[in-house]
């Protein structure tokens, strides 16, 4: 890896089938081991259940609030300043419960990869 700075003015936002936006601010063959993206989810919307296969994730909650649910974890409420540790596989979603965006990082390792993402609902009444 060499030296660089990203810049946020290069990162353009785009909405996922997950049911949330992604602006990617940090993810490049350049970096394969870790990638952030910044993820906002509108007022009273919860993402899919999905997993990422072989990457461990954390979300920094930035603002808003939320209720987490990852594997075996009860529903969490969460806000600004809390991390949530999703190790790789582990089922998860999580829903706005405010009434303002909830905005948080997805901090990868190694970075991801679309053909990790594995939509968990396709198949499952959850």
């Known amino acids: ?27 490049t063959d350049a970096d394969p081991v870790m990638s952030i993206a910044r993820a ?38 969460v806000g600004p300043g809390d991390v949530v540790l999703i190790p790789a596989g582990c089922p998860q979603r999580i829903a706005n419960t405010g009434q303002s965006d909830l905005t948080f990082l997805a901090i990868c390792t190694p970075r991801f990869r679309p053909g990790l993402y594995e939509d968990l609902e396709a198949d499952s009444t959850r």
């Open 1 to 27: 890896m060499k030296a660089a700075v990203l810049s946020a003015a290069d990162a353009v936002e785009f909405p996922t089938a997950e049911r949330c936006h992604i602006t990617e601010w940090s993810n």
């Open 40 to 77: 906002r989810v509108e007022p009273g919307v919860t993402t899919r259940w999905h997993r990422v296969v072989g990457t461990v994730e954390r979300y920094v909650i930035l603002e808003g609030r939320g209720r987490v649910e990852a594997g075996e974890l009860p529903p969490r409420e």
